[in-house]
């Protein structure tokens, strides 16, 4: 059996390096493969749970689509729609949450951070804790198993949602027969963690990132806000301890950065490192910028495109559905 590959993208933010470099250049890369499916999809279900901003969800739905379409993913190889648009989903979150134990939702390491804080707060354990955080790994179940992933690409803090996954598939196979294929996670590498301003990973909890199609101006800003030392001019700096060179290296051919490691050894100026880092990401990012600026101001075409993506997607689901109906005993009488 082919493979199948699908991840998803929570909308509640703005795209930022760190999201570029780690998550959505693979992914596209990774589309190439023509002899894998590919599914993506926009988490706007999983937004939910964060935030209760409906202005803040749609438009960070805008953004990551239009991210997405500007850095070159085409929608015709792959299978690109928005979560909320394949009722199935839901539908099938259901089926899953009745087999799924709640000593394994107990588990899950978000739902204990929630508990801990509270319970260092000396408030009730259960605090602004929603079912929706609760059962939030049985959604993602759901988003997975729907269409039968074989491979599913996340970053770490996701491992343990895909080992819930895993366990709640096997738990509906053993009792309803195989129905689900057991997906495989793809954890990025950790040379595909991009470091933020202040020298930790970028994250937006960390308030440390770069908006991935900040204008010219605003991002040599921004570089110019990456953390360094007191070194000057003319004395060696140690690339392996540094963030501007930790983010060279994302965009740089390999020969690139052996030169800045030289670069470093004769002590070239902050300044001046800043200055040719920016030059660097604006050259790769300027095409999809300009973009990405066009189809924000389209609504109608983005629209139109998730439209499509999603009846390729009910295409699968709705058949597959019926199928997880019958066997679960939700038949014609
Ligand atoms: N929970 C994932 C995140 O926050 C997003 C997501 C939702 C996802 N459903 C998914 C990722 C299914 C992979 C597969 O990053």
């Given at each position: 059996m082919g493979k199948i590959v699908l991840t998803g993208i929570t909308t509640t933010g703005t795209p930022h390096l760190g999201n570029y470099v780690g998550a959505i250049r693979p992914a596209i890369r990774s589309t190439?493969?023509?002899s894998a499916k590919h599914f993506f999809f926009l988490a706007d279900y999983h937004a939910l749970i964060k935030s209760q901003d409906p202005e803040r969800v749609q438009q960070s739905t805008r953004e990551i689509a239009a991210t997405w379409l500007a850095l070159g993913l085409d929608p015709d190889q792959v299978t690109f729609?928005?979560?909320?648009?394949?009722?199935?989903i839901p539908e099938l979150t259901w089926l899953l949450t009745c087999v799924t134990a709640k000593g394994l939702m107990n588990r899950a390491h978000a739902y204990k951070d929630a508990v801990q804080k509270n319970l260092d707060e000396q408030a009730?354990?259960?605090?602004?804790?929603?079912m929706g955080l609760f059962s939030y790994p049985i959604l993602m179940a759901a988003d997975i198993l729907m269409f039968n992933a074989t491979h599913v690409p996340v970053g770490k803090d996701q491992v343990q949602h895909l080992e819930m996954a895993r366990d709640i598939a096997q738990r509906f196979n053993h009792l309803y027969?195989?129905?689900?294929n057991i997906p495989e996670v793809v954890v990025e590498e950790s040379g595909a963690i991009l470091k933020g301003l202040d020298g930790r990973k970028m994250s937006k909890s960390y308030d440390n990132t770069i908006p991935l199609f900040l204008d010219e101006k605003p991002l040599r800003k921004h570089i110019n806000k990456i953390k360094t030392n007191l070194l000057e001019p003319g004395q060696a700096k140690d690339p392996d301890d540094s963030t501007l060179f930790d983010i060279w290296c994302a965009f740089a051919t390999s020969e690139e950065r052996s030169w800045m490691r030289q670069q470093f050894a004769e002590g070239i100026a902050w300044g001046e490192a800043k200055k040719v880092l920016f030059e660097k990401v604006n050259l790769e990012l300027t095409p999809a910028r300009e973009r990405y600026q066009d189809i924000l101001n389209r609504p109608g075409y983005l629209q139109e495109v998730l439209q499509a993506g999603a009846e390729k997607a009910r295409g699968v689901s709705q058949l597959f559905m019926q199928q997880l109906r019958d066997a679960v005993g939700i038949r014609p009488l």
């Open positions: 190439q493969d023509a729609y928005r979560q909320s648009d394949i009722p199935e009730d354990p259960d605090a602004a804790v929603t027969g195989k129905q689900f």
